[in-house]
């Protein structure tokens, strides 16, 4: 964390983002086109990302080959699951259920993406500091997660969503339900050891929206330890989109 080369990319990030916010918010440009752009940039970033991790495995007796994309590549994370609530919004027709959906897009991009920028994954999961100019993923992985900066700014200041105290409620709800969601995603994506049908060993475990495992590795050893870190979560996600929503509590 924090090489050389990890703060450029932090600097260029910033700047690009102020840049791109400063522009927007000076002239603020409606809703739809604001939400294709990001649509296109997504999905260019998806592609990038798909054909950046895919990788040809040998079968296990070596007779083979086949295609194969490790789960930690899935977009079930914060803020890869903004790909999708984006196309959704883009092309949802119910203004309220948009606009509840853009109002947990609004803490949720920037906080998330921001944090990401800041302990990006791709330099402990995936290329070493020194490919950080060179592989595509470090483009992709920067470029996206400051255009969600950027798109959370602007749903919060730009003045076309209407968003107001209640959505953080509404907001809350959905992150827990994604947290909740997650538990099955990184059970379901494990792989479990039995015999018979006795439940010996768990290797590979995911960590979809990090319910399983803290950012930093701290280790879990006991489930009451489990237990104490998910109420944290719960409380910290309480406060951080709770602060989020304090310039918007005047507006009921």
Known sequence: MFS??????LSISAIGIAIASRLLLARP?????????ACVLAAISEIIKIFSNIQMVPS????SLHLFMEWRHLPFHLCSIQIFLIFYVRFAE?????????????????AGA????LLPS????????DQAFSHPIAYQFFIYHSMLVVLGVYIARS???DISARHFWSTLALFYAFGLISI?????????TYTGTVLRSVENTPNFFFTFRTPINLALTEIWQWYAYVALLAVLSFAVIGAFYLPFRKKR
């Open 159 to 161: 003045g076309e969503v």
């Open 60 to 63: 296990a007796d070596g007779t």
């Open 184 to 192: 099955y995603l990184n059970s379901a994506f494990a792989f479990p």
């Open 94 to 110: 119910s203004e309220r259920r948009r606009t509840t959906v853009l109002a947990f897009m609004y803490p949720t991009c920037i």
């Open 29 to 37: 440009a409606p809703i739809e086109r604001v939400l294709t752009a």
């Open 122 to 129: 791709i330099f402990t999961n995936g290329i070493t500091p």
């Open 4 to 9: 050389f080369q990890h703060i450029i990319w």
């Open 114 to 117: 921001a944090a990401a920028l």
